[in-house]
């Protein structure tokens, strides 16, 4: 099944001890370069020692890591348990297994004890032994930088602005879930690498105006269903915090209760977060946008939702 997706609701459940990372990592500040193919970043890490290997960085992923059933067997990987995939419109459900990951790291930076969904991702950015989710990085400053094309992990925290560069978001699925707005309309997005543009619910879209109708754009599919997408360009203005974005192509979906915000809207900044507080920053060169139609949009397919099976079956270590 496809992996990445315009509307990536990745969000594993598995527990908060899944990985622990080494404490002088902590005490320094950390880069990466990432590599950016069709909006996607992606980074190179080493697993046990091995590798490197090609990962794919996905806010959109709320737990620590997925990794290919090939790679999973080429280093012996040991099970750790299942966990139910559920998708996120509700209708489906699928269980596959876990393993465990003793060392993964990233430019100095090491994790250990890393529990790993087994999932098959797709090829079509280019060969990808894994994904990092969003969890992985809970104990840092984590700034995914698309400008200059790199990662930085670091200590420290975010204080709030009032809201201008620097927002609150929540996670109530392990995932950054964050305010936009369309006049006087307020709803919430995900902010999803792993996505495409910036994608609307239907029933959230039929409650705004758009300089033309919605037309028929492309296919899509999630664990569980097959639907159509359709694409407009907004009447309004969407805002994020200071920023604005004018008179967007959006796309619109029958299936997913939330908004997303992927990798189109998300490459025009340096993005900052604090799990431990909650807060994102974002950094730019400009403060309003235009978002055009992605060519890579025909590609959009949902992935499935993780979250335990039974908790005797992803044990903690």
Not at 122 to 149: E, K, M
Not at 255 to 260: D, E, G, K, T, V
Not at 271 to 292: G, P
């Amino acid at each position: 099944m496809p992996f990445f997706a315009s509307l990536r609701y990745v969000c594993a459940m598995l527990p908060a001890a899944m990985a622990a990372l080494s404490l002088t990592a902590q005490e320094t500040v950390h880069s990466a370069p990432i590599e950016v193919t069709h909006g996607k970043p992606f980074v190179m890490a080493t697993v046990n020692g091995q590798g490197p290997f090609r990962f794919v960085i996905d806010t959109g992923t709320g737990g620590d890591a997925i990794v290919t059933g090939e790679l999973a067997d080429r280093l012996g990987l040991p099970a750790a348990g299942q966990v139910k995939l559920n998708d996120p419109s509700g209708l489906g459900e699928k269980v596959v297994p876990a393993v465990l990951i003793r060392s993964l790291q990233i430019d100095g930076i090491m994790f250990t004890g890393v529990k790993a969904v087994r999932h098959n991702l797709s090829d079509q950015d280019g060969p990808c032994q894994g994904v990092l989710g969003f969890a992985l990085f809970r104990d840092f400053l984590f700034t995914l930088d698309y400008p200059n094309r790199q990662i930085t992990l670091a200590s420290g925290s975010l204080a709030a602005d009032g809201g201008r560069s620097v927002l609150p978001f929540a996670m109530p699925f392990g995932v950054p879930i964050v305010g936009l707005s369309v006049g006087d309309l307020r709803f919430d997005a995900l902010i999803d690498s792993g996505g495409e543009g910036l994608s609307l619910p239907e029933n959230l879209a039929s409650r705004m105006k758009f300089a033309v109708d919605p037309v028929a754009f492309a296919n899509g599919q999630s664990l569980s269903t097959r639907f159509q997408l359709k694409a407009a360009r907004m009447a309004a203005d969407v805002r994020l915090g200071e920023y604005i974005f004018e008179h967007s192509f959006v796309e619109i979906n029958p299936a997913f209760p939330l908004a997303n915000l992927g990798s189109c809207p998300m490459r025009n900044f340096a993005l900052t977060f604090d799990q431990k507080n909650l807060l994102v920053r974002l950094r730019a060169s400009r403060k309003r946008f235009t978002l055009s139609a992605t060519p890579t949009a025909i590609r959009l397919v949902n992935a499935p939702l993780p979250k335990p099976l039974d908790p005797n079956l992803v044990p903690v270590g």
